[in-house]
């Protein structure tokens, strides 16, 4: 398939740049896939699209502030993007750096707090490894981490992060710290939706994908089958993983993912018979069209970006490239808030 045929036009306005509150007021375009047909709805009518006994799988994973300010030991200013821990117990890690010429191997760079690390690797001409000077364990570095750094908001977004974007960028399932980006289409759920769903009978079932900084990587091959995902690591604990196979089992039972992230991470642990498995594991799964999903039946998801391998996800599961892009247009004519802090969408 062609790079070129996953691509849209939209107004820059149509960008969301905050949240609509309450969260459960955005729009929701429902999908029907098999009928080729749309519904305009919002985020607060989701209920009725779920019957008793049907599974939501949820990402739970939680974004922590991975941008830190700082210099170098001249003093020059630099930013370090915190990726992931190498070694938690040596204080070591993956991150970016930028401007990448000022964060030397040997360097010594220096944060407020007091906190110092030392440059350690350079893996590629703009990572680098390095090793936080501290003492104490990894629950004191994430504290100060917590302290001094700033939530890492999408960059489309064109704006300093806020006060606000601590809460608004994190959904209300997240649990388990490890996340650079938000699964974003969690971010819509509110306690009062949560609820209603529960009161109808449905089931929901959490995991862990940790999303990485690869989830705003552009693709950059016209053949998009050469293209190559970043790896994230994912928990599916056996509780989730019997839940979900309970309703694999049972044809009544719907099984909708919440979010192209926990999509990722249920079609990743699969056995030949086609059920979920519990684990844990990295994945560089790269799902666009043709995929034969073996878990997601359905999906709520956000509008995504032109030429993404989120947005190739999402017409793997409509089954129709350009019925998908018709429904990305259809959001644009009828000003849709899209991306990161925008309106939802629901492919049934």
């Known amino acids: 398939m062609k790079l070129s045929q996953f691509t849209y036009d939209y107004p820059k306005e149509l960008i969301a740049r905050h949240p609509i509150t309450p969260r459960d007021h955005a729009r929701l375009m429902v999908v029907h896939a098999k009928e080729r047909r749309i519904e305009h709805r919002h985020v607060f009518d989701l209920p009725t699209y779920f019957s008793k ?25 630099i930013e370090i993007f915190l990726l992931r821990p190498i070694n938690p117990v040596a204080h070591l890690w993956d991150v970016m750096a930028a401007p990448a010429k000022k964060v030397q191997v040997g360097g010594l760079l220096r944060f407020e707090a007091g906190l110092t690390a030392e440059v350690i690797d350079k893996p590629t001409d703009r990572s680098r490894t390095i090793r936080f000077l501290i003492e104490g364990d990894a629950v004191a570095l994430n504290d100060l981490i917590d302290q001094i750094g700033r939530v ?9 992060d806020e006060e606000s ?9 997240a649990a388990e710290r490890g996340a650079v980006a938000a699964p974003t289409a969690g971010l819509h759920f509110t306690p009062e939706i949560i609820q209603k769903l529960k ?33 994230e690591m994912f928990i599916i604990r056996p509780e989730t993983a019997e839940v979900v196979n309970e309703a694999v089992q049972n044809p009544e039972r719907r099984i909708t993912v919440i979010g192209t992230t926990a999509v990722r991470a249920v079609e990743s642990n699969v056995t030949p018979a086609g059920a979920l498995k519990s684990g844990m594991g990295w994945t560089d799964k790269f799902i666009y069209p043709r995929y034969d999903f073996a878990i997601t039946q359905r999906l709520m998801t956000n509008f995504h970006m032109p030429e993404s391998t989120l947005l190739m996800l999402v ?6 490239v350009d019925f998908m892009l018709h429904c990305y247009k259809t959001a644009v004519q009828e000003s849709y808030r899209l991306f990161s802090y925008g309106d939802a969408m629901l492919i049934v």
């Open 199 to 231: 009161e109808k009978g449905v089931v929901t079932a959490p995991l862990t994908l940790h999303v990485g900084i690869g989830t705003f990587r552009s693709v950059e091959v016209e053949e998009v089958e050469q293209h190559r995902m970043d790896a």
């Open 315 to 320: 017409s793997a599961l409509a089954g129709d």
């Open 152 to 160: 890492p908001i999408p960059p489309y977004l064109k704006r300093p």
């Open 165 to 173: 974007d601590k809460t608004d960028y994190q959904t209300i399932f």
């Open 53 to 77: 006994g049907d599974v939501m799988v949820v990402n739970n994973t939680k974004v922590f502030p991975a941008r830190l300010m700082g210099e170098n030991e001249r003093g020059a200013k």
